[in-house]
């Protein structure tokens, strides 16, 4: 394990790994979050087009033996929610492997987020997460995002809006 940790762009053909590796880092919420918020939460996962994502975003990845263990997307401005505005980009599908937790991949991961971010001139970047995420709540106000807004909570859990003026 980690021996040969890689770092690089998503590619449509990483979008079957990429599936699989969100089914199994979220399930670790599982229990957090309730059977019903979880039925909803996975069938959400299973809906999101992998291929479709890496088409229109940046992905970042990491790879250890050609196994995917760690992605975040970076959407770019103009593709605004009910969360996020139009003139923002921002952060969606952080996860890492747990086998992986502590080796420093979501901080990476996000690390080339920015870059890349700042590569494209992006000047704010957004991101949502919850009160049960703590390791990447760290990780991301130790880089320097900050608390805007909280949202309406999800799966019962509260959720805040975060954003890093780039």
């Known amino acids: 394990m980690d021996n040969k940790l890689i770092y690089r762009r998503a590619v449509p053909a990483d979008a079957i790994s990429l599936k699989e590796l969100a089914a199994t880092t979220w399930s670790q919420f599982e229990r957090t979050i ?5 039925n909803f939460l996975s069938n959400a996962l299973d809906r999101v087009d992998y291929t479709a994502l890496v088409d229109t975003s940046y ?4 790879t250890d033996a050609d196994k995917v263990v760690g992605m975040a997307f970076l959407v770019p401005k ?3 929610t009910e969360i996020f505005q139009a003139e923002w980009c921002y952060v969606r599908m952080v996860t890492v492997h747990t086998s992986y937790n502590g080796k420093g991949i979501g901080r990476n991961l996000m690390a080339q987020c920015i870059d890349y971010a700042r590569l494209q001139n992006e ?3 957004a ?31 509260k959720y805040w809006l975060y954003r890093l003026d780039l």
């Open 34 to 38: 309730g059977e019903e918020s979880w």
């Open 59 to 62: 992905g970042a990845i990491c």
């Open 78 to 80: 103009g593709n605004p």
């Open 127 to 157: 991101l949502h997460t919850s009160e049960f995420m703590d390791a990447a709540r760290h990780i991301y106000e130790s880089i320097g995002f900050v608390r805007v807004l909280e949202l309406e909570p999800r799966f019962g859990k």
């Open 123 to 125: 000047s704010v970047m």
